[in-house]
């Protein structure tokens, strides 16, 4: 009893994702008057600061400091990113409880354990990375891009660059 | 105010990505083993009218811009580790929160590895410092360094754009 999933075209959603931005920086600086971009990946630095700080109470971190470990105009737009995901899920009939995913499936097995342990490494570079180069497909990709930023140009190009390569040793089989 | 106004742009930032189907592990994935563009599709569609409202806005004195400093040494690395692990996990940090909201409960050990190495990267930042700083040309727009106008640039992006689009169209991808 599978009901068709509702999807967006990726052009019209592009095209809705370009048209928020506009409304995003535009309403953020007459606000409260500093522009907003999109970005994801600092957030994931806040949450980590915040658990490090739980457990060490006289933490000193350089670079706690220079993100500020408190709750901004990011960490809510990554919680709402969560929030409309879940609503848009169960309207749009997407929503599945999955353990491995089907191409995951197909090279390694239908293995949860090593899946798991997949996406933990693949997370820990993700981080690390996107840290390191200042920025995620987000911050880079999408806000940076419209900036017309130099290096968010190059960190586009090295992030599919390093991501073609890395795939296709990781999931094109050998015969 | 500024975290309503996040939370609510999320929610509807969220809504379009998953109704789009970029979050998947499988378009992410399968994008960069060339076989679906989707997610390059949505990507540069988005980025094309972007780039347009906000160089007009910004030339009109209404933004200001948050660039990012143009970092050689740490985009290269950096870019280099987060295609290794993007390609092992098939998320990156804002589709992988919407990917575990859509029931795909591994999402939930790449957003654990994610906070991992947030904080090894915190704590190794002192003595990151020489690679980060290691060919920094400041914060720098590609119409600066190529001493033209900002439209040429999204002229030139829309072209290569259009062209790549219909590349993929014909080719089914």
């Keep these: 009893m599978s009901m068709k999933e509702r999807v967006l075209n990726p052009y019209i959603g592009g095209i809705l994702v370009g048209i928020l931005a506009i409304l995003v920086v535009y309403l953020t600086t007459v606000l409260i008057g500093d522009t907003k971009f999109f970005g994801t990946s600092t957030t994931f630095v806040k949450m980590a600061g915040l658990i490090e700080k739980f457990f060490v109470h006289d933490l000193s971190n350089q670079y706690y400091e220079k993100v500020k470990l408190t709750i901004d105009w990011q960490f809510m737009f990554v919680i709402g990113i969560f929030l409309g995901a879940l609503i848009s899920s169960i309207l749009s009939g997407s929503f599945r409880i999955e353990l491995v995913p089907p191409i995951f499936r197909e090279r390694f097995g239908n293995n949860f354990i090593l899946r798991a342990v997949f996406a933990f490494v693949g997370g820990f570079f993700v981080a690390f990375g996107a840290r390191l180069a200042d920025g995620c497909p987000s911050g880079h990709g999408l806000s940076g891009m419209m900036q017309l930023s130099l290096g968010s140009l190059l960190a586009v190009i090295v992030f599919f660059s390093s991501a073609i390569i890395f795939a296709n040793l990781i999931y094109r089989s050998r015969r | ?173």
């Excluded at chain 2, 029931?103 to 930042?125: C, E, K, Q, T």
Aim: aromatic share 14%.
């Design chain 2, 1 to 173: 105010m500024e975290l309503i106004l996040g939370l609510v742009f999320g929610v509807i930032f969220g809504s379009i990505l998953t109704f789009a189907r970029v979050i998947r592990y499988e378009k992410q994935i399968s994008a960069v083993l060339l076989k679906d563009m989707t997610i390059i599709k949505f990507m540069f569609s988005a980025v094309l009218v972007g780039s347009i409202g906000v160089n007009v806005l910004y030339q009109m004195g209404l933004i200001s811009l948050h660039l990012k400093p143009m970092m050689i040494g740490a985009i290269v690395v950096g870019g280099i580790l987060f295609g290794l692990g993007w390609a092992m996990t098939g998320y990156c940090p804002g589709t992988s929160v919407a990917a575990l909201a859509e029931g795909r409960i591994h999402a939930l050990f790449a957003i654990l590895g994610m906070l991992v190495g947030s904080m090894i990267f915190a704590n190794l930042y002192p003595y990151l410092k020489p690679i980060i700083e290691f060919g920094n040309l400041g914060k720098i727009t590609i119409y600066q360094y190529f001493n033209v106008s900002p439209y040429t640039i999204i002229a030139i992006l829309a072209i290569f754009a259009i062209g790549m689009f219909y590349f993929f169209e014909t080719k089914k991808l």
